[in-house]
């Protein structure tokens, strides 16, 4: 099967965690800081946390569209994303805060399994990295 893209991100960073980041249609120009630095720059962990939250809220929409189920306006996705040291080696854990209000636990626990099986974040971290899901 012939894979399409349907859209390309495309980002210039230079300095690493003590640098910059813009992308190339220039919606996107931050400063990068270290986790926990004092400076007013994001990280990397911030951005992944960002993006993974925005994407799940996608794959949730469709997963509940499958149940003939309408997500709620007030849908939010707390996103955590860790680095972790383990020895000498540096490794990433997330946790998923979903709140679906007004949706019943059982449903939203199928709208979440359905949205971890498509969310291209999801896919990319599956069986890498571990991860938690907790529906408020």
């Known amino acids: 099967m012939e894979t399409k893209i349907l859209y390309t991100g495309k980002t210039h960073t230079t300095g690493g965690r003590n640098g910059a980041s813009q ?4 919606n996107l120009d931050i400063k990068l800081t270290p986790p926990g630095s004092a400076g007013s720059g994001t990280n990397p962990e911030q951005l992944f946390a960002a993006g993974w939250s925005a994407c799940f809220i ?7 569209a499958k149940l003939n189920v309408k997500l709620p306006a007030e849908t939010a996705v707390d996103a955590s994303v860790d680095l972790c040291l383990t020895g000498s080696e540096y490794s990433l854990q997330a946790k998923l805060d979903i709140s679906l209000p007004g949706i019943d636990y059982e449903t939203a626990r199928q709208i979440v399994a359905g949205a971890h099986q498509t969310c291209p ?3 990319a971290t599956r069986g890498n990295i571990d991860v938690e899901f907790n529906i408020l």
Request: aromatic letters at 14%; hydrophobic letters at 45%.
């Open 121 to 123: 974040y999801s896919k």
């Open 58 to 64: 996608g794959a949730m929409g469709f997963a509940a």
């Open 23 to 26: 992308s190339s249609d220039l």
